[in-house]
């Protein structure tokens, strides 16, 4: 009974140190594959690339920062840009409302100048007044000043050569071709007339040699042989006169103002192309943002992925060293 109860105790025992032999097999396996993947994941990037990775999110944000920076300033710039354009336009405006009616006024008064069809021009149209001289001129020639210079004409101006015995001015009294020129057969005519003052013409009428008058500017008339006429309403050829140095001032006024035209539409056109630059400059600025937006994002993302796979890493690894 005793060896039967041995021998039953030792097939017991045999049969325990079998089942721990087992175990001890199979924990030496388990050991092995825990501290073969623990080898693998102590080899695998780390915290080493999950700090580049946080590198590269940081210099993504710095990127997004400047980005939004420069695409502000663009706006600005942009801004600005139209706010300078907007401000020339009154310019141009009154610019172009300047030279319309000057040119438009020039070219009614050459209309005017021009309605009659001359076949020989007269000769009011080839003399050069002084300003306020057209009155006089006027009131000294009358209607001698219709007359042509042209030697076809039926009735003209031929001209008379200067004679050195030709009479003085009454003292005082200026000839009227210092203040008129432009054709030379009017010279002795219009050296024989001579501009005086209104309250003066009165008494140096009396001292006037045959074929000598005085005019006033106003266009008061006192003739050698004793006709006199007070100013009145000036005559054609005098409005005449007095139109065309109006249309020639208008008409340097007018090339003023194209030029100033001209020059604000320049500068306007400048302002233009440096709006379109900016606006371009600004599509480009929101473009690089968004860019920089998403790539900020992504980086974002990446680094979340990473630290979450870092972390699923490090668990691991703890797992890993406690089941070793």
């Known amino acids: ?19 721990i032999r087992d175990r001890l097999v199979r924990n030496a396996a388990e050991r092995a594959s825990v501290e073969a993947e623990e080898a693998r994941l102590k080899q695998q990037a780390g915290t ?22 420069a695409s502000a300033l663009a706006e600005a710039d942009h801004a600005a840009a139209r706010r ?43 003399l ?7 009155t006089a001129l006027g009131a000294a020639l009358g209607d ?19 004679d050195p015995a030709d009479p003085p001015l009454p003292a005082g009294a200026e000839p009227l071709s210092r203040f008129v020129s432009g054709v030379p057969a009017l010279a002795r005519r ?37 006709v006199t006429a007070a100013a009145d309403a000036p005559t054609a050829a005098a409005r005449r006169l007095a139109e065309r140095n109006r249309l020639a001032d208008i008409e340097a006024e007018a090339a003023v103002a194209e030029a ?22 600004e599509t480009a600025a929101r473009e690089a943002r968004r860019t920089a937006q998403r790539s900020a994002e ?18 691991r690894l703890s797992a890993l060293a406690e089941a070793r």
């Not at 050069?128 to 057209?134: I, L, N, T």
């Not at 001698?144 to 200067?162: C, H, Y």
């Open 128 to 134: 050069q007044v002084a300003k306020g001289y057209e």
């Open 84 to 126: 300078a354009m907007e401000d020339l336009r009154p310019a141009l405006s009154e610019a172009q409302s300047r030279f319309s009616r000057l040119d438009a006024e020039a070219r009614t008064l050459a209309k005017l100048l021009h309605a009659t069809d001359h076949r020989f021009p007269p000769v009011a149209d080839l």
């Open 144 to 162: 001698d000043l219709d007359l042509p210079v042209d030697a076809a004409a039926s009735a003209r101006w031929a001209g008379a050569a200067a």
């Open 298 to 315: 992504t980086s974002r993302m990446t680094l979340e992925a990473a630290e979450r796979r870092a972390a699923q890493h490090l668990a």
């Open 1 to 19: 009974a005793v060896f039967a109860d041995l021998g039953a105790r030792r097939a017991s025992l045999e049969k325990e140190t079998r089942e």
């Open 260 to 281: 100033h035209l001209e020059e604000v539409r320049s500068t306007l056109a400048g302002r233009e192309s440096a709006l379109r630059r900016a606006a371009e400059a």
């Open 190 to 226: 219009l050296a024989q007339v001579g501009i005086v003052a209104r309250e003066a013409g009165a008494g140096l009428a009396r001292h006037l040699a045959t074929g000598q008058r005085l005019v006033s500017p106003e266009g008061d008339l006192w003739r050698w042989d004793g």
């Open 48 to 69: 080493e690339a999950l700090e580049g990775i946080r590198m590269e999110a940081e210099a993504a944000r710095d990127a997004l920062a400047e980005a939004e920076e």
